[in-house]
Nanobody, 124 residues
Framework: QVQLVESGGGLVQPGGSLRLSCAAS????????MGWFRQAPGKEREFVAT????????HSADSVRGRFTISRNNAKNTMYLQMNSLKPEDTAVYYC?????????????????WGQGTQVTVSS
């Protein structure tokens, strides 16, 4: 069974950048599609970005496209989310997740393994 641990969250000013990491243990990530989701207080968990098993295909939510970049390094068993031009509305707990599906839809239901989350706060 794969265990996922996120890191890299924190407090950043609007317009700043953060890089989140999602490290896996217990099993290789290379057979899984991976994704990032986020959940703000009082809101449902929402899709942020996804990447296929070898990093050759990615998809991002409209709200982050052009600002956030998802990537992975299977040799390091790690996935990343580079977040630039951060806005206050990006404030949320960010979760990484793994899916056994070849092409999961951008919804939490298609992901079966989850990390514990890391807080990202964008504020001046």
């Amino acid at each position: 069974q794969v265990q996922l641990v996120e890191s890299g969250g924190g407090l950043v000013q609007p317009g700043g950048s953060l890089r989140l990491s999602c490290a896996a243990s217990g099993r290789t990530l290379s057979t899984y599609a991976m994704g990032w989701f986020r959940q703000a207080p009082g809101k449902e968990r929402e899709f942020v970005a996804t990447i296929n098993w070898n990093g050759g295909k990615t998809h991002s939510a409209d709200s982050v496209r052009g600002r956030f970049t998802i990537s992975r390094n299977n040799a390091k068993n790690t996935m990343y989310l580079q977040m630039n031009s951060l806005k206050p509305e990006d404030t949320a707990v960010y979760y990484c997740a793994a899916s056994g599906m070849l092409t999961p839809l951008p919804r939490a239901l298609d992901y079966t393994i989850w990390g514990q989350g890391t807080q990202v706060t964008v504020s001046s």
